[in-house]
């Protein structure tokens, strides 16, 4: 049932793979001096990427990803070494290498991309002085440099490239930043990219966008691209192969088509069951999750790493470590660590169960409408900037039901964060902007709020370590927000503590830890228990989980679902991740440039009619299978400033089905695009035609390629459609 034991196999040839991959990792085990002694964080790893090849690199934070990468450019952490093992680059073995040698290596061979452009540009110099800076690393002379950084932009598709020349790293948007990155990371023509993270701070549509980028550069150079990221569905649309690493082991490698359609690893398979995918929401199901955490670095285990959060596992699995079990598959041979892979698709299933009764009760499900928690009614906001006014919200008007979710979603500069902060009177409206809290007016700002009203409008933040103070106790944390939010003293505050760890799954074993010594999980469980310490009525949620695992994701959206069934809280959720938003959320408001340009139902905005640009977004969501639902729509341009915003339609000088000097002159009116007035769309196209046109590019897209260009919908003699 196991399969034949590895040594059947054609043994890991070296010597062939020196000479035809990009990067060869033979027996890798790397090791961190902590506390007086060795502690393995990598054991034993071997994988190859082949030339022009794309790899990703997938598992948990902490599982030994960015150190695999580490090691690779031998750039360890002084308390970090390579024990064992092999690393050949292009031919030379890394470790061998001499300081010139090793330098010519990084400047020519090899480069690397890292998760937050932002911290990889030098804020003092231009992107004049850094690009070419790599190109003059590369053996260019300082003229020759400038006149090349200046293609390389152009051909990382930046548009006005001798404005973003004189510019500085805070001038430029998040996904221009990191195109400048790629560009320098491509400017030595290097034979491996290393990308680690590279989109996790990106919304959709840059995502996207970055993604296209490497894609087309990785075929124009012949790269080689190892590709880091905890986001699976970026690996099923840029790999070909996937490595799964645990614990400092490969515990399955394949095709990617292969490891995602049939995993073969209880650990692959429960990540794969962690996402939020088409068709599952709150509603419907809890999302599967894996039981307990990853083993502390160093920890020697008789039998399989996953053994004690693995539900297969028996006493086999916990005496006797698995070897690496090959087996041929659709797409090549593919490996893992498990004494039963071939049951591992069968593995049982834990928390995902079907929710008996619904979260929803509205009149859509035939039930009376619920009481509004919270209504914004022409809501604006405008900053002025060195003497000029910007409109950050444009007249919002939306409404949230008790026990509601909202989901808001757009790109980044699209007003989500600032309309939360007009929710919470962290920012004073203009004038003429209308807020209630149950049906009650709400002062525009906190400080003349009453307690009643600052305790029952709370938010838990996309970043827990810059919210919770780093010097107080968990328990600290919570009883603070407890005695102030909950006006509880002495031993109301213990028993109010114990119900509210409970409430949010946090073990009271780490009451006594500071911040520091939590998992980004616990973190952000610490951060919402401290949001609930007053019963508040609405919690606004911004990025929540978009820096956690899928593991870990999966049980704070679990988390928060049972609190909102529970307690009857609503949600403002702001997330960039679609697929997480479709989950929680029971209506979804689309904003752009600070308008709102679409409102409805979640499902209804997702499965259409929708706005052109609710239709944008959801063609850069990527999927696991690596395939589309729908043609990928290219926006052209960036996000305009808010401070000089388009006239007529806000968003006609992107619109890929722009119809003509209506869309530039005349602002559209909202149309009743269903569910009884409840999706609501703001756009001259009308609704039948916009339901007709997306309807047809769905059709189409199972003939298309994922790189097919779209623009406007052509009609059948091939002219822009009206």
Known sequence: ??????????????????????????????????????????????????????????????????TVAMAALRYLPRNGKVKAGKIVIAGADVNKLDADALRTLRANTISMVYQDPGRALNPSLTIARQVSEAFEAAGAAPGEALQRSLEMLQRVRIASPERVMDSYPHQLSGGMQQRVVIAMALASNPALLILDEPTTGLDA?????????????????????????????????????????????????GATEDVFTRPRHPYTVGLLRCLPTAGRSKDSERLDTIAGGLPAPGSVTRGCIYAERCRLADERCRREAPPPYRVGAAHGDQMSRCHYHERAIELPRGSAQPRTSPARNDATAGNPPRALALRAENLSKTFHVSGAALRAVDNVSLDLAAGETLGLVGESGSGKTTLAKLMLGLLTPDAGSVLELDGAPLAARVTRRNDEQVKSLQIVFQNPDSALNRAHSVKRLIGRALSRLGALRGAAIDERLASLTAAVRLPERYLGSRTRQLSGGLKQRVAIARAFAGEPRVVVCDEPTSALDVSVQAAILNLLADLQRERGVSYVFISHDLHVVRYLSDRIAVLYLGRLLEVGPAAAVFDGPQHPYTEALLSSVPTLDGHPGRTRIRLSGDLPSAASPPSGCVFHTRCPRKLGAICEQQDPPFANAGDGGAHRIRCHIPVDELRALQSASREQVSGAPDDAPTGPAKNADGDASR
């Open 1 to 66: 049932m196991n399969g034949p034991p590895p040594s059947s196999f054609p043994a890991f040839d070296v010597s062939k793979s020196d000479r035809t991959d990009a990067l060869t990792v033979v027996g890798l085990t790397v090791a961190y001096r902590m506390r007086g002694r060795d502690r393995e964080v990598l054991q034993d790893v071997s994988f190859r990427v082949r030339r022009g090849e794309a790899y990703g690199l997938v598992g948990e934070s902490g599982c030994g990803k960015s």
């Open 205 to 253: 549509t840059v995502e996207a966008e970055v993604l296209d980028l490497v894609a087309q550069l990785r075929a124009e150079f012949g790269t080689a691209v190892l590709f880091i990221s905890h986001n699976l569905a970026v690996i099923g649309r840029m790999c070909e192969r996937v490595g799964v690493l645990y614990a400092g082991k490969l515990v399955e490698e």
